[in-house]
Protein backbone atom coordinates (compact mmCIF):
# COMPACT_ATOMS: atom_id res chain seq x y z
CA UNK A 1 0.00 0.00 0.00
CA UNK A 2 1.20 3.20 -0.67
CA UNK A 3 2.65 5.57 1.97
CA UNK A 4 -0.34 8.15 3.23
CA UNK A 5 1.38 11.86 2.72
CA UNK A 6 1.92 13.54 5.81
CA UNK A 7 -0.61 16.11 5.56
CA UNK A 8 -3.71 15.62 3.01
CA UNK A 9 -6.55 17.85 2.61
CA UNK A 10 -9.84 16.70 1.40
CA UNK A 11 -12.24 19.15 0.49
CA UNK A 12 -11.72 21.72 2.97
CA UNK A 13 -13.92 24.98 3.88
CA UNK A 14 -13.61 27.50 6.22
CA UNK A 15 -16.51 30.48 6.74
CA UNK A 16 -16.00 33.36 8.65
CA UNK A 17 -19.71 34.23 8.51
CA UNK A 18 -20.96 34.89 4.79
CA UNK A 19 -17.01 35.01 4.04
CA UNK A 20 -15.57 31.51 2.59
CA UNK A 21 -11.61 32.02 2.50
CA UNK A 22 -11.27 28.89 1.78
CA UNK A 23 -13.09 27.01 -0.21
CA UNK A 24 -13.03 23.22 -1.40
CA UNK A 25 -9.37 22.90 -1.35
CA UNK A 26 -7.54 19.60 -1.71
CA UNK A 27 -4.19 19.05 -1.26
CA UNK A 28 -1.01 16.31 -0.22
CA UNK A 29 2.05 17.46 1.39
CA UNK A 30 4.50 14.74 1.13
CA UNK A 31 6.98 14.68 4.04
CA UNK A 32 10.44 16.65 3.36
CA UNK A 33 8.79 18.77 0.66
CA UNK A 34 8.41 22.64 1.04
CA UNK A 35 5.84 24.22 -0.81
CA UNK A 36 5.43 28.11 -1.11
CA UNK A 37 2.13 29.65 -1.31
CA UNK A 38 2.19 32.13 -3.05
CA UNK A 39 -1.15 34.96 -3.67
CA UNK A 40 -2.70 38.39 -2.98
CA UNK A 41 -4.00 39.85 0.28
CA UNK A 42 -7.17 37.82 1.09
CA UNK A 43 -6.23 34.71 -0.86
CA UNK A 44 -6.75 32.24 2.35
CA UNK A 45 -3.46 31.82 2.69
CA UNK A 46 -3.12 32.35 6.56
CA UNK A 47 -6.43 30.56 6.61
CA UNK A 48 -5.06 27.79 5.10
CA UNK A 49 -1.96 27.53 7.24
CA UNK A 50 -3.92 27.80 10.42
CA UNK A 51 -6.26 24.97 9.71
CA UNK A 52 -3.00 23.03 8.93
CA UNK A 53 -1.44 23.81 11.81
CA UNK A 54 -4.64 23.01 13.89
CA UNK A 55 -4.79 26.55 14.55
CA UNK A 56 -8.60 26.48 13.56
CA UNK A 57 -10.69 24.26 12.49
CA UNK A 58 -12.33 24.17 9.03
CA UNK A 59 -15.67 24.46 8.44
CA UNK A 60 -16.04 21.55 6.07
CA UNK A 61 -13.90 18.73 5.08
CA UNK A 62 -11.11 16.71 6.23
CA UNK A 63 -7.37 17.11 7.11
CA UNK A 64 -5.20 13.99 7.80
CA UNK A 65 -2.04 13.86 8.98
CA UNK A 66 -0.48 10.35 8.04
CA UNK A 67 -3.80 9.49 6.91
CA UNK A 68 -4.83 9.92 10.35
CA UNK A 69 -8.13 12.35 11.17
CA UNK A 70 -7.23 15.81 12.50
CA UNK A 71 -9.59 15.10 15.19
CA UNK A 72 -7.83 12.01 16.02
CA UNK A 73 -4.83 13.47 16.39
CA UNK A 74 -2.14 12.57 19.46
CA UNK A 75 -1.02 15.64 21.03
CA UNK A 76 2.77 13.95 20.87
CA UNK A 77 1.98 14.84 16.65
CA UNK A 78 0.62 18.19 17.21
CA UNK A 79 3.95 18.95 19.00
CA UNK A 80 5.74 18.31 15.73
CA UNK A 81 4.21 21.42 14.84
CA UNK A 82 6.24 24.28 14.38
CA UNK A 83 4.67 27.86 13.21
CA UNK A 84 5.99 31.45 12.60
CA UNK A 85 2.97 33.59 11.96
CA UNK A 86 2.49 37.45 12.61
CA UNK A 87 2.11 37.43 16.05
CA UNK A 88 5.38 36.76 17.42
CA UNK A 89 3.63 34.65 20.66
CA UNK A 90 6.34 36.53 23.33
CA UNK A 91 6.23 37.72 26.51
CA UNK A 92 6.94 41.53 26.77
CA UNK A 93 8.66 41.60 30.14
CA UNK A 94 10.77 38.24 29.72
CA UNK A 95 14.02 38.81 28.20
CA UNK A 96 14.54 36.75 24.52
CA UNK A 97 16.36 33.82 26.63
CA UNK A 98 13.76 33.32 29.39
CA UNK A 99 10.85 33.46 26.41
CA UNK A 100 12.61 30.59 24.75
CA UNK A 101 12.89 28.85 27.72
CA UNK A 102 9.60 29.30 28.80
CA UNK A 103 8.33 27.86 25.32
CA UNK A 104 11.12 25.04 25.75
CA UNK A 105 9.47 23.84 29.11
CA UNK A 106 6.39 23.91 27.57
CA UNK A 107 7.84 21.62 24.79
CA UNK A 108 9.14 19.60 26.92
CA UNK A 109 12.84 20.38 25.68
CA UNK A 110 15.40 19.14 27.71
CA UNK A 111 18.54 21.21 28.45
CA UNK A 112 16.13 24.68 27.89
CA UNK A 113 18.72 27.19 28.72
CA UNK A 114 21.26 25.60 26.52
CA UNK A 115 18.32 24.75 23.76
CA UNK A 116 17.53 28.68 24.18
CA UNK A 117 21.17 29.97 23.52
CA UNK A 118 21.92 27.52 20.92
CA UNK A 119 19.29 29.18 18.68
CA UNK A 120 19.78 32.44 19.78
CA UNK A 121 23.00 32.18 18.68
CA UNK A 122 21.19 31.11 15.44
CA UNK A 123 19.28 34.34 14.93
CA UNK A 124 22.05 36.63 15.69
CA UNK A 125 20.65 37.66 19.22
CA UNK A 126 22.45 35.53 22.01
CA UNK A 127 24.64 39.22 22.55
CA UNK A 128 20.69 40.65 23.52
CA UNK A 129 19.67 37.60 24.93
CA UNK A 130 19.41 39.06 28.46
CA UNK A 131 16.99 41.99 27.36
CA UNK A 132 13.49 42.57 27.44
CA UNK A 133 11.68 42.10 24.36
CA UNK A 134 9.59 44.80 24.78
CA UNK A 135 12.88 46.69 23.83
CA UNK A 136 13.19 44.53 20.40
CA UNK A 137 12.72 46.13 17.13
CA UNK A 138 10.29 44.42 14.41
CA UNK A 139 12.48 42.73 12.82
CA UNK A 140 14.35 41.43 16.35
CA UNK A 141 10.61 40.20 17.52
CA UNK A 142 10.79 38.42 14.64
CA UNK A 143 13.42 36.23 14.75
CA UNK A 144 12.70 35.36 18.48
CA UNK A 145 9.71 33.97 17.27
CA UNK A 146 12.00 32.11 14.44
CA UNK A 147 13.86 30.43 17.14
CA UNK A 148 10.76 29.75 19.17
CA UNK A 149 8.92 27.82 16.74
CA UNK A 150 12.27 25.48 16.51
CA UNK A 151 12.81 24.65 19.86
CA UNK A 152 11.32 21.49 19.88
CA UNK A 153 12.92 20.84 16.93
CA UNK A 154 9.77 20.41 14.95
CA UNK A 155 8.78 18.10 12.03
CA UNK A 156 6.56 20.30 10.04
CA UNK A 157 7.23 24.58 9.81
CA UNK A 158 4.69 26.80 8.94
CA UNK A 159 5.56 29.88 7.76
CA UNK A 160 3.15 32.79 7.26
CA UNK A 161 5.12 35.58 5.79
CA UNK A 162 8.41 34.88 7.83
CA UNK A 163 10.81 37.95 5.79
CA UNK A 164 8.57 40.29 7.16
CA UNK A 165 10.36 42.85 9.05
CA UNK A 166 13.93 41.34 8.57
CA UNK A 167 16.76 43.25 6.98
CA UNK A 168 18.46 41.63 4.32
CA UNK A 169 21.20 39.99 6.67
CA UNK A 170 18.60 38.60 9.16
CA UNK A 171 17.04 37.84 5.83
CA UNK A 172 19.56 35.48 4.52
CA UNK A 173 20.60 33.93 7.67
CA UNK A 174 16.42 32.79 7.66
CA UNK A 175 17.19 31.43 4.47
CA UNK A 176 19.75 29.43 5.74
CA UNK A 177 18.08 28.37 8.42
CA UNK A 178 14.91 27.06 6.45
CA UNK A 179 17.35 25.11 3.96
CA UNK A 180 19.50 23.67 6.84
CA UNK A 181 16.04 22.32 7.73
CA UNK A 182 15.01 20.84 4.94
CA UNK A 183 18.30 19.34 4.51
CA UNK A 184 16.89 17.58 7.80
CA UNK A 185 13.95 15.96 5.77
CA UNK A 186 11.57 18.68 7.65
CA UNK A 187 8.32 19.52 5.73
CA UNK A 188 8.03 23.15 5.59
CA UNK A 189 4.34 25.19 4.12
CA UNK A 190 5.44 28.98 3.56
CA UNK A 191 3.43 32.22 2.29
CA UNK A 192 5.55 34.71 1.53
CA UNK A 193 5.16 37.75 -1.39
CA UNK A 194 8.79 36.89 -2.14
CA UNK A 195 8.48 35.25 -5.31
CA UNK A 196 12.42 35.32 -5.87
CA UNK A 197 13.03 33.66 -2.19
CA UNK A 198 10.14 31.44 -2.37
CA UNK A 199 11.10 29.58 -5.46
CA UNK A 200 15.05 29.31 -4.37
CA UNK A 201 13.45 27.26 -1.56
CA UNK A 202 10.23 25.47 -2.67
CA UNK A 203 10.27 22.04 -4.34
CA UNK A 204 6.22 22.88 -4.85
CA UNK A 205 4.42 26.20 -5.99
CA UNK A 206 1.43 27.06 -5.16
CA UNK A 207 -0.69 29.99 -5.84
CA UNK A 208 -4.12 31.00 -4.12
CA UNK A 209 -6.93 33.14 -5.11
CA UNK A 210 -10.69 33.48 -3.62
CA UNK A 211 -9.63 30.72 -1.53
CA UNK A 212 -8.64 28.11 -3.85
CA UNK A 213 -5.76 26.31 -5.77
CA UNK A 214 -5.32 28.50 -8.98
CA UNK A 215 -1.93 27.03 -9.61
CA UNK A 216 0.24 24.39 -8.41
CA UNK A 217 3.43 22.59 -9.60
CA UNK A 218 6.21 20.69 -9.05
CA UNK A 219 9.50 23.53 -8.45
CA UNK A 220 11.09 21.55 -11.94
CA UNK A 221 8.05 22.62 -14.16
CA UNK A 222 8.59 26.28 -13.58
CA UNK A 223 10.41 28.73 -15.20
CA UNK A 224 11.71 30.79 -12.44
CA UNK A 225 12.52 34.01 -15.14
CA UNK A 226 8.97 33.91 -16.22
CA UNK A 227 7.14 33.16 -12.64
CA UNK A 228 6.63 36.66 -11.64
CA UNK A 229 4.46 37.35 -14.81
CA UNK A 230 2.88 33.92 -14.74
CA UNK A 231 2.23 35.10 -11.01
CA UNK A 232 0.67 38.32 -11.86
CA UNK A 233 -1.37 37.04 -15.02
CA UNK A 234 -3.17 34.40 -12.60
CA UNK A 235 -3.24 36.07 -9.27
CA UNK A 236 -5.29 39.20 -11.14
CA UNK A 237 -3.44 41.96 -12.52
CA UNK A 238 -0.36 44.11 -10.74
CA UNK A 239 -2.20 44.51 -7.65
CA UNK A 240 -1.70 41.02 -6.88
CA UNK A 241 1.79 41.70 -6.13
CA UNK A 242 0.65 43.10 -2.58
P1 LIG B 1 -4.43 35.96 3.06
O1 LIG B 1 -3.58 35.34 4.10
O2 LIG B 1 -4.31 35.30 1.72
O3 LIG B 1 -4.24 37.45 2.95
P2 LIG B 1 -6.60 35.36 4.88
O4 LIG B 1 -6.61 33.90 5.05
O5 LIG B 1 -6.02 36.20 5.96
O6 LIG B 1 -5.96 35.73 3.47
O7 LIG B 1 -8.11 35.86 4.68
C1 LIG B 1 -9.02 35.24 3.73
C2 LIG B 1 -10.39 35.87 3.89
O8 LIG B 1 -10.93 35.47 5.15
C3 LIG B 1 -10.38 37.39 3.91
O9 LIG B 1 -11.58 37.83 3.27
C4 LIG B 1 -10.40 37.72 5.39
O10 LIG B 1 -11.00 38.97 5.61
C5 LIG B 1 -11.22 36.59 5.96
N1 LIG B 1 -10.82 36.27 7.35
C6 LIG B 1 -9.64 35.76 7.73
N2 LIG B 1 -9.61 35.56 9.07
C7 LIG B 1 -10.82 35.97 9.54
C8 LIG B 1 -11.42 36.03 10.83
N3 LIG B 1 -10.77 35.59 11.92
N4 LIG B 1 -12.67 36.50 10.93
C9 LIG B 1 -13.34 36.92 9.83
N5 LIG B 1 -12.85 36.90 8.57
C10 LIG B 1 -11.60 36.43 8.42
Known amino acids: MEKAPLVALRGVVKRYGHVAAVKDLSLDIPEGSFTAIFGPNGAGKSTLLKILSNQTRPTSGEILYSGVPAAKLEDSFRSKFGVISHQPFVYDNLSAKENLEFYASLYGVKNAGARACELLKKVDLYTRRDDPVRTFSRGMLQRVSIARALLHDPAIIFLDEPYTGLDSVASASLTNILREQLEGRKTILMVTHDLKTGLELA ?40
Not at 208 to 216: A, D, L, P, Q, T
Request: net charge neutral; aromatic share 10%; glycine share 12%.
Open 203 to 242: SRVVIMKKGRIIYFRERGEVDASAFESVYLEQAGGPEAAG
